[in-house]
């Protein structure tokens, strides 16, 4: 057992309020409760069924089902990924938009990218690193039992995505979704270096609850990035606009979903957003 868990038993121990009967009112033997057990119940209003139902599928079943998804979506993601990391031109013009659209080879596909291939690489390969790094951070276990390695996989993750940031704006003028993803690139790269910044400056300052909101803030805004791949070609289906438009209209809404569902999240989670759903620290 590592000693963090031993210590966290022992304090849990130390905790338990031992009963000074052992038989309960009712003859049966009285149940033991730690105090901070008997006192978050104390602290929580009574809910009804209807309100447990909905504490439970806004702040657990939602959130797993999206961290699910997420992890599960990167995997294609990261092959998608590695296509520019490996500069594999063929395949790049192949996927290009304006191909998928059957807009006639002019010799123009993927070029603004064939042309600024190493900054693709770059930014692609850092993907990669952010792929891996992001959803180490909310692994409990590596938080709590491996705080050098999750120190070092958080500044991996911050450097990561700080350059992506930047590297995101250079590119989006040479992008096939220009000028549409230029204005997106122009929110989504402050958005995220402003959460990120947070993030470390509040941990620096060990405000540990600010730190765990604005890391849940800032991947969920980096990841907006990976939803519309798959989002786009719904849009496209769905609005018939041609795939360069689908996906200027896929990154606001994955942006404005992030954005907004991971507030919603930390609301609801940590604050008992409006009285309707208490607070579930932990
Ligand atoms: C945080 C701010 C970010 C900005 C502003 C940004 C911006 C951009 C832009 C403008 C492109 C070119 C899109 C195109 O022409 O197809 C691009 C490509 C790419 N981005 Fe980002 N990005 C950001 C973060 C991320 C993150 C967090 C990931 C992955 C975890 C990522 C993965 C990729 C990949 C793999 C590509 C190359 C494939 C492609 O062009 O579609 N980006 N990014």
Redesign the pocket.
């Known amino acids: 057992m590592a000693v963090q868990e031993r210590h966290a038993a022992a304090a849990s121990k130390a905790e338990t309020v031992q009963p000074t009967s052992h038989v309960g009112t009712n003859g049966f033997p009285a149940p033991t409760k730690s105090r901070s057990e008997l006192k978050g119940e104390a602290d929580q209003p009574r809910l009804s069924p209807l309100q447990r139902r909905a504490r439970h599928f806004i702040t657990s079943f939602l959130p797993n089902f999206w961290w699910w998804a997420t992890v599960i979506l990167s995997v294609p993601f990261a092959a998608?990924?590695m296509i520019?990391v490996l500069a594999y031109e063929p395949a790049i013009r192949e996927i290009s938009p304006a191909k998928q659209d059957g807009l006639p080879d002019t010799g123009t596909y993927s070029q603004g990218?064939i042309d600024h291939m190493l900054l693709?690489q770059a930014?692609?390969l850092l993907?990669l690193v952010?792929?891996v790094t992001a959803p180490l951070q909310f692994i409990d276990r590596v938080r709590l039992t491996r705080v050098p390695f999750h120190r070092a996989s958080g500044y991996a993750f911050l450097a990561s995505?700080a350059i992506?940031?930047v590297t995101?704006?250079v590119?989006?003028p040479h992008?096939?979704?220009a000028p549409g993803?230029v204005v997106t690139?122009a929110i989504?790269?402050p958005a995220?270096l402003f959460s990120a910044g947070n993030a470390l400056w509040s941990i620096k300052q060990k405000r540990m609850q600010a730190h765990r909101e604005w890391m849940i803030r800032t991947a969920a805004i980096?990841y907006s990035?990976?939803y519309v791949r798959p989002v786009a070609p719904l849009m496209h289906l769905l609005l018939g606009t041609t795939n360069a438009e689908a996906s200027v209209t896929a990154m606001w809404i994955c942006m404005l979903l992030s954005f907004a569902g991971s507030q919603l999240y930390i609301e609801m989670r940590y604050h008992g957003y409006g009285g309707v759903i208490p607070t579930n620290r932990r």
């Open positions: 998608y990924a520019y990218i693709w930014h692609s993907a952010y792929l995505g992506l940031a995101g704006v590119m989006s992008s096939e979704m993803f690139s989504l790269a995220w980096g990035v990976v």
